[in-house]
């Protein structure tokens, strides 16, 4: 699959994940944070959202949980550093009406980068958001790619569990 990922959605989630873009090993198997060191579905699990560790073969079962998986930019690169503020602006219309038409309570950002984009604001906070993003609460997480170290595992937990919290979600790891 070289042009992106399939998203993962349906209408009235609770919460929509949104990568920044796939990374190379997930758009060419087909599945969301495939690659190999990324934290995502541990910490998910960990913090609460997935009863069990999801693999990335698994990750249309994630509408179980009441949430979904897209990414702001579709075109896959090893890092997201390879991405021009171009992309993100570009994708920011059509990825805002994207989450308008689904509906969800929260929209989570894996990491700062795509919302400072398309936001036009260059310093935000992590978690809750002023506003709203395609009429749903935005919310700022950090990103679990196996490549961000500044963030250990527990303080991913820590981040994500939040979110399930004031989202309502049902703990599954408590």
């Known amino acids: 699959m070289s042009e992106g990922?399939?998203?993962?959605?349906?209408?009235?989630?609770?919460?929509?994940?949104?990568?920044?873009?796939?990374?190379?090993m997930a758009a060419a198997q087909g599945h969301h944070f495939a690659g190999r060191g990324n934290r995502f579905w541990r910490t998910l699990h960990l913090a609460g959202f997935t009863p069990e560790q999801l693999r990335p073969e698994q990750d249309r079962t994630i509408l179980r949980y009441h949430c979904g998986l897209t990414a702001v930019v579709?075109?896959?690169?090893?890092?997201?550093?390879?991405?021009?503020r171009h992309e993100f602006i570009t994708a920011a219309a059509d990825f805002e009406e994207k989450i308008a038409?689904?509906?969800?309570?929260?929209?989570?950002?894996?990491?700062?980068v795509a919302y400072c984009a398309i936001s036009g604001q260059r310093d935000i906070a992590w978690g809750p958001q002023p506003g709203t993003f395609g009429n749903a609460a935005a919310w700022v997480l950090p990103n679990p790619s196996g490549r961000n170290r500044a963030f250990s595992q527990e303080q991913l937990v820590a981040a994500y569990r939040?979110?399930?919290v004031t989202a309502?979600?049902?703990g599954f790891s408590e």
Not at 5 to 20: K, P, R, T
């Open 74 to 84: 579709k075109r896959p690169t090893a890092s997201a550093e390879q991405l021009s």
């Open 168 to 170: 309502g979600q049902i």
């Open 101 to 112: 038409g689904q509906a969800p309570r929260f929209v989570a950002f894996l990491g700062k």
């Open 162 to 164: 939040e979110l399930r």
């Open 5 to 24: 990922l399939e998203d993962i959605l349906a209408e009235n989630l609770s919460v929509i994940f949104c990568g920044i873009n796939p990374g190379v």
